[in-house]
């Protein structure tokens, strides 16, 4: 699949698909199989062959016989009535992510965190000719290292189907490497998943990149931290948290929810391009009510629509842009690692249509374990890698010592350091750093320590580590103004 996403959609794209969804939850429809086949037909013919309009309408116009095909599966083991609760309140956002696709989708499909399976049967009825896989993790164990695999039956009693899902299970967070080869994806879906994630949820994007083959994308949604609706419990006083889901685990609440911009900057740290960024309700809040869910009472209509909430907030001098239920990203994996030379914590510019590219400094982690005097000099330890090269420390690393007087450079070992590897989803473990500074090289008192990386490809950083706050001295002894951490 080369997949493709050309100029943004006609204005009214979102819209259409807001109120399909919105009218499907109302009037769901239920096809005999020979009409549901031949609807699914023309939609998987829309998706491969069609352009983009032709697919925004047949996709709006399927709505509710798609939602009326996904409502009449069940899970075996499963309590009665959960897929068709939770696809009546997901399928706004199914529509959304299957019109966002990059297009065609004929190559291999991973999407992780695949049950309840509704989107993976949408995914396999619209792109029809793609492989597709799924992924998942249901250990309460959230430091697990496992890697297994699950099976899952589906049932839909009205068209006679039944569909078996085995897929390999294993947590994001703490699995090393991920159980598929480098480049095996042309297209990953990471769907509703990241604000799950509770021990280190941000080295996922590079295990994700890994994955991909250069030129793939990645498709993330996830809720939106600041959207409206969460005004509007606020505003009546409601906690605008979700309930805990009993039985699910620590992975079964939200962790952390995140912002657009949050979102487009952790993708790029970690070397993707953004193709498209955007916010969208699952509904149309003009037209039906606002809920409110909390352990307080019943749930509660709130009186405010869509336009009264943004009212309030442009009255106050708040913004409206992104304020929609979801966070939609496509994301790509270049082809060739990008650098710059742009000054430190700015971006440099980028042709239209593709994303800003972050200064190398921005892509830079480091922490500093150690600055200390021996008899022999100053010693430096601590570790340092680029977000967007899951390979591990670069060809030449130094450390500065700039002095009132003079300026000095010395070149680091490399070190092995599993830890680190580990924790960040690394390839390599060398990305730790020493270096021992003669004594008579070291400048004179009061010393900023820094270090400079320089990797193959010409990528530069330079990041300070601390200060060595007094002169040199016999004993060894001296003070050291440690910065901890220096990465993003």
Not at 111 to 140: C, K, M, Q, W
Request: net charge negative; with cysteine; charged share 25%.
């Amino acid at each position: 699949m080369q997949g493709t996403w050309p100029l943004p959609p006609r204005p009214d794209s979102s819209t259409a698909l807001l109120r399909a969804a919105t009218l499907a939850r109302a009037h769901a429809e239920t096809l005999d199989a020979p009409d549901l086949r031949s609807r699914l037909e023309d939609l998987a013919w829309a998706a491969e062959s069609g352009g983009d309009s032709r697919f925004q309408t047949e996709l709006a116009a399927a709505a509710p016989a798609l939602l009326g095909f996904l409502l009449g599966f069940e899970i075996d083991g499963s309590p009665p009535g959960l897929l068709r609760a939770y696809g009546g309140d997901a399928f706004g956002r199914f529509l959304h992510t299957l019109e966002l696709t990059p297009r065609p989708v004929t190559g291999s499909i991973l999407e992780i965190g695949a049950n309840p399976y509704l989107f993976h049967l949408l995914l396999r009825a619209v792109f029809a000719n793609a492989t597709l896989v799924g992924s998942n993790f249901f250990d309460h164990d959230i430091f697990s290292t496992k890697v297994g695999t699950a099976r899952h039956r589906l049932r839909n009693e009205h068209l006679g189907e039944v569909i078996d899902f085995e897929f390999p299970t294993f947590n994001l967070e703490t699995v090393h490497p991920y159980p598929f080869p480098p480049g095996s994806f042309e297209l990953v879906y990471f769907c509703e998943t990241l604000e799950h994630l509770v021990v280190n949820p941000l080295r996922v994007f590079r295990e994700l990149r890994r994955i991909l083959r250069p030129g793939g994308h990645l498709v993330v949604t996830l809720p939106n931290a600041v959207r409206l609706t969460n005004v509007a419990a606020m505003l009546a006083g409601r906690n605008f948290f979700d309930l805990y889901q009993e039985g699910n685990g620590v992975h079964g609440r939200h962790n952390r929810e995140f912002t657009l911009a949050e979102i487009r900057t952790l993708l790029e740290r970690d070397g993707f391009e953004i193709v498209r960024a955007e916010t969208r309700d699952r509904f149309d809040y003009d037209s039906i009510p606002i809920e409110a869910v909390d352990y307080s009472g019943p749930p509660a209509r709130l009186p405010w629509r869509k336009a009264d909430l943004e009212e309030r907030l442009r009255s106050s001098g708040g913004t409206t842009d992104n304020r929609g239920d979801n966070i939609y990203v496509v994301a790509r994996r270049p082809t060739e690692t990008r650098t710059t030379t742009a000054p430190p914590g700015r971006a440099t510019a980028a042709p239209v249509g593709s994303s800003s590219v972050l200064a190398d400094d921005e892509r830079l982690v480091s922490f500093l374990d150690l600055i200390e005097e021996t008899h022999e000099g100053l010693r430096v330890t601590g570790w340092a890698f680029f977000t967007d090269d899951v390979s591990g420390l670069p060809c030449e690393a130094e450390i500065v010592l700039r002095g009132q007087d003079r300026t000095v450079r010395h070149r680091a070992e490399a070190m092995s350091r599993p830890d680190v590897a580990t924790a960040h989803g690394l390839d390599l473990n060398a990305v730790g750093f020493t270096a021992l500074v003669p004594r008579s090289g070291l400048p004179g008192p009061g010393l900023d320590v820094l270090l400079r990386l320089r990797r193959a490809d010409g990528a530069t950083a330079e990041r300070p580590l601390g200060r060595w706050g007094s002169a040199p001295a016999p004993d060894g002894r001296g003070s050291a103004e440690g910065e901890g951490t220096g990465g993003p």
